[in-house]
């Protein structure tokens, strides 16, 4: 099975040349759109998928991945993170649940859709490890940045 194409910042001169890297790096910044702006929460999201919202683009912000077109994608991460919230909080409250098939059928779901929405924004726990990794060899405050966009020729999976 093929992997999944990964965003030109993510790339290493060992994958591809600089001037392919730079090619790509241009095409997609056409694509973001022309707005530089995080995507906002839409309002009809609940106040708790809100927050969650607000504090994924907080801490993608850095990284300069996030559009405004990310928006229905991000959506999708926070009902979900925020449904498996609502479905562990019933379970610790009544124990029995976690044996009803309903309840299964939907942490299941979820699940899915969230690790799926976490694969699509570079939120898999190897993305984390290596971010913070670089974070800890950082020597000044744009070493991180950098060091994301050039990337190690790793894919997270």
Do not use: H
């Not at 999708?76 to 059928?105: F, M, R």
């Not at 939120?123 to 913070?132: F, G, V």
């Amino acid at each position: 099975m093929a992997r999944p194409c990964k965003s030109a910042g993510l790339l290493t001169e060992c994958s591809q040349t600089k001037a392919e890297i730079a090619a790509r790096q241009e095409k997609e910044t056409q694509l973001r759109g022309k707005s530089k702006k995080p995507p906002t929460a839409p309002g009809w999201l609940t106040a708790n998928q809100k927050k969650i919202f607000r504090l994924i683009v907080a801490e993608l912000k850095e990284a300069d991945i996030l559009c405004k077109l990310d928006v229905w994608i991000l959506q999708e991460c926070v009902i979900a993170i925020d449904s498996l919230e609502q479905i562990d909080k019933a379970c610790n409250a009544d124990p029995t649940l976690i044996y009803a098939k309903d309840v299964l059928s939907a942490r299941e779901k979820n699940t899915k859709i969230l690790f799926r929405c976490c694969n699509e924004l570079s939120l898999s726990p190897q993305s984390r490890a290596k971010i913070a990794n670089i974070n800890v060899q950082a020597d000044d405050g744009t070493a991180l940045l950098r060091a994301i966009l050039a990337g190690d020729g790793e894919d997270e999976e």
